[in-house]
């Protein structure tokens, strides 16, 4: 069973930048694959990025690409997901997931059913 916590969300005027955090309590962490999703109010959950078990590879939703940047840190059980040029659209609730069973392509981390365990989620609220 893994754990995840997410941190780092807050309330941010639009171009402004954050620094979410998602920390596993799972010490092979650097077994699983690693996503960020988000949610706004009445609206479905939206893939926003994945990265590899390595670290090696990164894919990005196309409403968030050349903005936000995936990363992780495997000695510190953590993944991060830098976000910038803040818009008032990118307010949702954002979410951490693991996946942990290996898939050919990236292609398939991009659907919320590819993953095993979710954070409770931070918010994150941008203002005009």
């Known amino acids: 069973q893994v754990q995840l916590v997410e941190s780092g969300g807050g309330l941010v005027q639009a171009g402004g930048s954050l620094r979410l955090s998602c920390a596993a309590s799972e010490r092979t962490f650097n077994n699983y694959a690693m996503g960020w999703f988000r949610q706004a109010p009445g609206k479905e959950r939206e893939f926003v990025a994945t990265?590899?078990?390595?670290?090696?590879?990164?894919t990005y939703g196309d409403s968030v690409k050349g903005r936000f940047v995936i990363s992780r840190d495997n000695a510190k059980n953590t993944v991060y997901l830098q976000i910038n040029s803040l818009k008032p659209e990118d307010t949702a609730v954002y979410y951490c997931?693991?996946?942990?069973?290996?898939?050919?392509?990236?292609?398939?981390?991009?659907?919320?059913?590819?993953?095993?365990?979710w954070g409770q989620g931070t918010q994150v609220t941008v203002s005009s």
């Open positions: 990265i590899t078990w390595s670290g090696g590879s990164t």
């Open positions: 997931a693991a996946a942990g069973t290996l898939y050919s392509s990236q292609y398939y981390y991009t659907s919320s059913l590819r993953y095993d365990y």
